[in-house]
């Protein structure tokens, strides 16, 4: 258990539709980032957030948005869903953003967009 | 930009045995750090074991080892004594000091199972 946790674990979405996801950032953490990870490929990144300000952003379009609060949980944001969104969402902290700092994960939330 | 590359979709070993996965990446860095992760069923990314670049030696974290090959660009994960619970997809990382996102960047991954 890396304390980084998620909901919801699975969800349907209709193509069109919006959808947020949630995370709780470990104790102490205060960059969260968000990852893509379509079934049997690895992980894409999405967004990185810093102290509530986003500081680092993957090859995504803007219907991809997040926000970061005070207490350093998250949320992923996508609008007007496609099929292909269709996968794993992964959100990890850290304990800061500095690059040798360990990332850890929490179990991720499942999209269908049917 | 940098790439990684798992060159095996699946790999199979009997139990207590031992078995090595392969990485290998693509930098014109001279500092970075690499990564193994395990993801079991569950589908949580768990760090195994974690190597910087300018270290010239291998990490090691009780069965897990590395064999890091700067020069060659590999970085090849061996299991020992492997458990059933081992079994999981297995995926290497890179993380560049460079790169403004200080994202990693991912192999394709390696399933790795285990045979009683």
């Known amino acids: 258990e890396t304390g980084v946790t998620q909901s919801p674990t699975h969800l349907i979405k209709t193509r069109g539709q919006q959808v947020t996801l949630r995370c709780s950032s470990q104790?102490?953490?205060?960059?969260v980032s968000w990852y893509q990870q379509a079934l049997g490929q690895g992980p894409q990144f999405i967004f990185q957030y810093y102290r509530e300000e986003e500081n680092g952003r993957g090859n995504f379009p803007p219907r991809f948005s997040g926000l970061q609060f005070p207490n350093y949980s998250s949320e992923l944001n996508v609008n007007a869903l496609e099929l292909d969104d269709s996968a794993l969402y992964l959100c990890?902290?850290?304990?800061?953003?500095?690059?040798?700092?360990?990332?850890?994960f929490g179990e991720g939330s499942w999209l269908t967009v049917v | 930009a940098q790439t990684v590359t798992q060159s095996q979709p699946e790999m199979s070993v009997q139990e207590a045995e031992t078995v090595t996965l392969s990485c290998t990446y693509d930098?014109?860095?001279?500092?970075?750090?690499l990564f193994w992760y395990k993801q079991p069923p569950s589908r949580q990314m768990i760090l195994v074991i974690r190597q910087e670049a300018y270290k010239q030696q291998n990490a090691t974290e009780n069965r897990f080892s590395v064999n890091f090959q700067k020069a060659a660009k590999s970085f090849s994960l061996k299991i020992s004594d492997s458990q059933l619970g081992d079994a999981a997809m297995y995926f290497c990382?890179?993380?560049?000091?460079?790169?403004?996102?200080?994202?990693?960047?991912w192999g394709a991954g390696t399933k790795l199972i285990i045979k009683p």
């Open positions: 104790s102490g953490h205060n960059t």
């Open positions: 990890a902290s850290s304990l800061t953003g500095a690059w040798g700092n360990t990332i850890y």
């Open positions: 990382a890179y993380r560049s000091p460079t790169d403004s996102n200080y994202q990693l960047i």
């Open positions: 930098t014109s860095e001279s500092d970075y750090y």
